[in-house]
Nanobody, 115 residues
Framework: QVQLVESGGGSVEAGGSLRLSCVAS????????MAWYRQAPGKQRELVAA???????NYAESVKGRFTISRDYAKNTVYLQMNSLKPEDTAVYYC?????????WGQGTQVTVSS
């Protein structure tokens, strides 16, 4: 089993920055990839960014060039650096861990961007 704890959400004005963190514990050596998803009110949960075990990354078109996902293996932590935030980035952001045979979600952290 894997436990994921997110932090770093908050309220910011448009154009500002936030950095989300997700600390993993448990069967961390079984993690194949990690990702950040988000869900805005009334909308489906969507992939924001993902990072594989060898460092390959994937981003949603809407965040390319503004968001950066990274992983610190020593700290068992994955980060999402969010720059040039827009009101449409407002959502609950969830950390996700893929173990191939199973997957896990964090509890989510709220990000609110005001215009």
């Amino acid at each position: 089993q894997v436990q994921l704890v997110e932090s770093g959400g908050g309220s910011v004005e448009a154009g500002g920055s936030l950095r989300l963190s997700c600390v993993a514990s448990g069967r961390i050596f079984s993690i194949i990839a990690m990702a950040w998803y988000r869900q805005a009110p009334g909308k489906q949960r969507e992939l924001v960014a993902a990072i594989g075990s060898v460092g390959s990354t994937n981003y949603a078109e809407s965040v390319k060039g503004r968001f950066t996902i990274s992983r610190d293996y020593a700290k068992n932590t994955v980060y999402l650096q969010m720059n040039s935030l827009k009101p449409e980035d407002t959502a609950v952001y969830y950390c996700y861990a893929d173990l191939r045979s199973s997957s896990y979600w964090g509890q989510g952290t709220q990000v609110t961007v005001s215009s």
